[in-house]
């Protein structure tokens, strides 16, 4: 494809006090094999050096534009701000984290495959997170999937979790293309919602009248650490809450009422389970409950002590059958998983499957292309 056939991409980095990976995502975009792009980083009242280095970037070439804000918001504000900044002109959306940097190829390879599947609204691939190559469950080589079947698979398939993280879903902001008439028809709120994860009800959304792509290619690295969004959503487990959200507001287009009514319960009932355990062994601070709680409110269902006992006790009364077992979960999923550890870039040790608190089993890479009525299992969750 020549320049002059290239489509423009839109390519956004919300930010906050990235200073020290800003340079290395900018450079990350400098380096694309694609070349029609322009490049908007929205600067979200940074205290550190984000605007200065941004600013030095954006004199060395003309495609890049800095933008700030007026006062300060939140992350998920900040990233539908900057969506209402993309150029009238630009075909495709995509996000890069100011943490994250793509690779080379990734802007022509995403690319193309969008020109050759007008239908996707949104386009995956695989990501580098760590050691860990992310978004995985497809069957290659089929690479485009109705909105309904994914999202049917997604709310009722079992989530992967290696090393705590999920490896099955639509992917991150990084990893994902969006169709830019897509994101201007939502009026400055792609992002639907406040939740952190609200990236991934811009997904359901969207591909209630759009397909889904996916391109078989690490096209991105995730790096995650303790003030990302990423480890403060495992450190609270807010996976939870967001998947129960998606499931209630999403769910009656994709799901038959039986099956709507099924998965919410089987969701409260593993939530309350993970708070239960949590609740008795009382490792947790005051910040957890006070999420957890105020979530369950706003989503219809308020926190009962009593709830909480029952389930709790249940779960370990089903532990004690197979106590070594036991011991070893707790460990991971409760003690572990609450202790504020940076996660390193590229940790040097062999990754582990295992499952979520609350729901799933580690399962074979899943076929999507498979028909929804064979799915079974406990939805998925997701960064």
Known sequence: ?????????????????????????????????????????????????????????????????????DGFVGVIENHNIAFTLLSSRAKYCKVVSADDFIFPDCLAKIVDFAEANPSAGIIGSYQLSGDLIK???????????????ICRHF??????????????????????????????????????????HADTSACFEVLRNSSFGFVYHV???E??????????????????????????????FYLTKEELEREI?????????????????????????????????????????????????AAILKEALNPEQAVRKLRKQFF??????????????RTNLETVPRTSKASEPIDISSSPERSSGSPPNRR
Request: with cysteine; proline share 5%; charged share 20%.
């Open 1 to 69: 494809m020549s320049e002059r056939q290239e489509p423009l991409v839109s390519v956004l980095t919300p930010v906050y006090n990235g200073e020290e990976f800003l340079a290395e995502c900018i450079e990350s975009v400098l380096a694309q094999t694609y070349s029609n792009w322009e490049y908007i980083i929205i600067n979200n009242c940074s205290t550190d050096r984000t605007l200065e280095i941004a600013l030095d970037y954006a004199k060395k070439d003309s495609r890049i534009l800095v933008r700030s804000n």
């Open 265 to 313: 319960d089987k969701q409260l009932a593993a939530y309350h389970q993970f708070l239960g355990i949590n609740y008795l062994i009382g490792f947790r601070k005051k910040e957890f409950w006070s999420y957890h709680k105020s979530r369950l409110e706003e989503l219809g269902h308020p926190l009962k002590r009593l709830v909480l006992l029952r389930a709790g006790l």
């Open 219 to 221: 096209l991105s690295y």
């Open 135 to 149: 978004w995985q469950g497809f069957q290659y080589p089929r690479a485009v999937f109705s909105g309904l079947e």
């Open 155 to 196: 709310f009722l398939l079992p989530q992967v979790f290696v090393e705590g993280k999920p490896i099955f879903g639509f992917g991150t902001p990084t990893s994902l293309l969006y169709r830019a008439d897509l994101v201007r028809e939502s009026k400055g709120k792609f992002y639907p919602n406040s939740s952190p």
């Open 336 to 349: 572990l998983a609450s202790t504020d550890v940076p996660v390193h870039a590229a940790p040097q040790r």
């Open 223 to 252: 790096r995650t650490h303790a003030t990302t969004q990423s480890s403060k959503s495992k450190e609270l487990n807010r996976y939870l809450s967001a998947f129960l959200n998606d499931l209630q507001q999403y769910g009656p």
